[in-house]
């Protein structure tokens, strides 16, 4: 199994900067690629970016590209996602999600609880 654990997240200003992170531990092994989704309420629960443990290749949603940038440090086994030029409409909780390897011994998919994001009008 695998426990991620989100923090860093808060309210902001419009036009501000946030950093969240996610922590794994456990069965880290098994992670083929690691992200963050966000559900704001009433909405569906969409990818925000992504990133794969072996070449680090990410992948954005349309609506954060040039501002948001995921990264991973792998020493650590946690990804963030730093948040630039915060808009009202990603006001949102952020999930952390990791996908598997597809091996038996590994579980496929793994959410951590969230972290709130607010930002402010």
């Known amino acids: 199994q695998v426990q991620l654990v989100e923090s860093g997240g808060g309210l902001v200003q419009t036009g501000g900067s946030l950093r969240i992170s996610c922590a794994a531990s456990g069965d880290t092994i098994c992670i083929s690629t690691m992200g963050w989704y966000r559900q704001a309420p009433g909405k569906e629960r969409d990818l925000v970016a992504s990133i794969v443990t072996d070449n680090h290749n990410t992948h954005y949603a349309d609506s954060v590209k040039g501002r948001f940038t995921i990264s991973r440090d792998n020493t650590l086994n946690t990804i963030y996602l730093q948040m630039n030029n915060l808009k009202p409409d990603d006001t949102a909780v952020y999930y952390c999600?990791?996908?598997?390897?597809?091996?038996?011994?590994?579980?496929?998919?793994?959410w951590g609880e969230g972290t709130l994001v607010t930002v402010s009008s």
């Open positions: 999600n990791s996908i598997s390897y597809d091996s038996p011994y590994c579980g496929k998919e793994y």
